[in-house]
């Protein structure tokens, strides 16, 4: 069996053995995910980033465990929703497209996910498309009908063993002007043009991919016949995965060894979708809870539980991060600039390697803020530096350490205010010292509840007032 440099295997939920299977990697050393990334109509809400949240901390565990990593996620740019929002808008297709793009792009990088190796659109591999849809017809995989292009699903044993349904009993998904089908169970590869939308040239004539065909051309292009991982919401087993496991496997490829599959934001047990209105935009909630904040709300949950959104649960994570936070404040006042340590403890290990356990690792985090808050009351500075630099290599993993330049702002872009900040904040508390001194309790309240109003959190310690961004 192979393992990971440090010689202990990850295991992983695989979807498609129904089971927590041992990672072996196609190549030693290596690990290549594929991501379904966004479909651009609309711009993102919180249930939409969860995906890229929870696949961002696989993608840095493995990092962490010393694999190299090949990180791809797509942009679906053109499919029916697109065209639909187009007709609605009296826009061009592309303009929403790149419009939304933009967006996800900055929810993504406000919410501290690395960038991918690759995040390849959909528009710009349509001859990969083609030469996938030959090949699924030369094999008898596929057929042409009144310009459309159709997979037969009847042509593939093993089709439907990811969601686990019986081909006798399947309801396929079909869109407007899927004519000429042998069987309604069969799903497009390819939609012939229609008036007034997009369409590329194509041996069988002018239109637009379907959406399914998309993933699997772009997943051969970047990772080739057979990779490690394929992941996405658990809405996409049926019709989506299950689609292009068949499309690949027709055309040749092994494809995907796992599949991972993340659950649901939800609201009232419902499934959070664009039709819920603008509240829980990515780019509105940011202006209610800072990024990294809404990072650990929709990080630390396990990838496959269900987050059932409410104000309330957001308030329990940003008081739950505030007090990691606050640790970390206080040993670097007190000790100076802490590096990470170089490994995270065994326990937190341990919990990450099973299946990404983020909840359990992060219990191990806070019962080392806790250790190292009680070393702090004992006056004990070298333990609760040791503590420091545990609790930063766990945050860097989960890509919540509040010292990364990530969060703390890059001076070379004009972000980095924190200087100018605390000058202006620590006249202010000078003020409310003053105030303090001479028994003016009126005047201390008050500064106290200004400085609040702004957004900032004023802690009284033996060193003296300390202050930290709250919520507004």
Known sequence: MDHYPGGVTIRLYDTSARQIRDF?????????I??????????????????????????????????????????????????????????PWWSIGYENERAFDDAYTALGCLPPTYEPRATGHITEMVEMMRGLIDRGHAYEAEGNVYFDVRSLPGYLSLSNQDLDDLRQPSGEGETGKRDPRDFALWKAARPGEPSWETPWGRGRPGWHLECSAMAHKYLGEEFDIHGGGIDLIFPHHENEIAQAHGFGDAFARYWVHNAWVTMSGEKMSKSLGNSVLVSEMVKQWRPIVLRYYLGTPHYRSTIEYSEESLREADAAFARIEGFVQRVTELAGPVEPAAEVPPAFAEAMDDDLGVPQALAVVHTTVRQGN??????????????????????????LDPL??????????????????????????????????????????????????????????????RWSLGTR
């Open 404 to 465: 990364d330049p990530r969060w703390a702002g890059d001076p070379e872009t004009g972000e980095d205010l924190h200087d100018v900040v605390d000058s202006l904040v620590r006249l202010v508390l000078d003020q409310r010292e003053a105030a303090r001194g001479r028994k003016d309790w009126a005047t201390a309240d008050a500064i106290r509840d200004r400085l609040g109003q702004a957004g900032l959190v004023i802690e009284d310690s033996p060193q003296g007032p």
């Open 34 to 91: 594929y991501l379904c990334g966004a479909t651009v109509q609309a711009a993102p809400h919180i249930g939409h980033i969860r995906s890229g949240l929870n696949f961002d901390i696989m993608r840095r565990w493995f990092a962490h465990r010393g694999y190299e990593v090949t990180f791809i996620r797509n942009v679906t740019d053109i499919d029916d929703k697109i065209i639909k929002k187009s007709a609605e808008q009296d826009r």
């Open 374 to 399: 009680s070393a702090l009351a004992a006056d004990d500075k070298e333990a609760a530096v040791a503590r420091l630099a545990e609790v930063r290599a766990m945050l860097g993993v989960l890509g």
């Open 24 to 32: 072996t990697p196609l190549v030693p050393g290596c690990v290549s």
